[in-house]
């Protein structure tokens, strides 16, 4: 069992019950998200930001651009990388210090969806082959814990991502030949070439449901994200807990976690302007 010691006995033989009733404490259906909603550009000195809401889970994301070198082996491509903070305000089990296992993993997941779903151009990101190219920070912090961080972490990376804007740049080439980069005033925004959107089931007994709340994850015995591109593929996904999946119920999972994305990314795709986001609330 998962993180036992977070509810007590008698809750948690309240919520399986409920469970083998069809039921949930929060009065959900066993497939069904609780309510998103998305606010864009908070940070306004970060190049993109958002907070996310799922439920009562908060987090916000930043994305800062760098100028940098490009990898050794990798010359000709830019780079994203991915952080979470669990701040101790969120949640009385997180703790401050160096990143705890738990924070590595949510990081690990959230940028798994980004890289593998190639929705960030990495070849976009050359500015001069093997000397500069654009780094892409993506700073994720949870503010307040209900369950599901997976896809709450996300989603604000991937709507951070959304509302960047880059730098406008140009080269310039100095009396001996050497190349450098000069940065704009303007900036232009980040082009996203696919649009990753994850869910998250939990397995407890022989129930299985989509976004876990925080007692729920409290007695689950299986985790699973999946992790899906626009054209409906597969682009990440990760186990976790002791516990398994048949295969039944893994297909079973995968065409919910398909239909679920798809839900989600047609809300994403009702966005016009950069700076706002139509369906979001600040609530």
């Known amino acids: 069992m998962a993180n036992t010691n977070l509810i007590s006995l ?3 033989e309240h919520i399986v019950s409920l469970l083998d009733h069809g039921k949930r404490t929060d009065g959900r259906a066993f497939d069904e998200f609780r309510k998103i909603s998305i606010i864009p550009g908070y940070v306004v000195k970060a190049e993109g930001s958002a907070i996310v809401k799922i439920g009562r889970t908060k987090v916000i994301a930043g994305v800062k651009a760098q100028l940098g070198t490009p990898f050794p082996d990798t010359p000709d491509s830019g780079v994203v990388t991915t952080t979470v903070e669990l701040v101790p305000i969120a949640s009385p089990l997180f703790e401050s210090g160096p990143p705890r296992a738990k924070a590595i993993e949510f990081a690990r997941v959230s940028d798994r969806a980004i890289r593998e779903s190639k929705c960030v151009n990495n070849d976009s990101l050359v500015l001069i082959s093997g000397k500069k190219v654009w780094i892409l920070f993506i700073d994720i912090y949870v503010l307040d814990q209900d369950g599901n961080l ?6 604000a990376a991937l709507s951070a991502l959304m509302n960047a804007r880059i730098p406008e740049t140009k080269i310039v080439t100095d009396e001996e030949g050497n190349e450098d980069v000069e ?9 996203l070439d696919y649009i990753p959107i994850s869910c998250t089931f939990g397995k407890i007994g022989k129930h299985i449901i989509v976004d876990p709340i925080l007692k729920e994850e409290g007695i689950e015995d299986a985790r699973i994200t999946f992790a899906f ?21 893994l297909k079973k999972c995968i065409d919910i976690a398909s239909e679920r994305t ?7 795709d009702k966005i016009t302007d950069a700076k706002a986001y139509p369906w979001s609330e600040e609530t």
């Open 183 to 191: 940065l704009l005033e303007t900036t232009t925004p980040l082009k």
């Open 262 to 268: 798809k839900e989600i990314r047609s809300q994403l």
């Open 229 to 249: 591109r626009d054209d409906d593929k597969i682009c990440a996904t990760q186990k976790g807990e002791n516990g398994t999946f048949t295969v039944d119920e």
């Open 150 to 155: 997976f896809d709450a972490c996300e989603l």
């Open 10 to 12: 008698v809750e948690k």
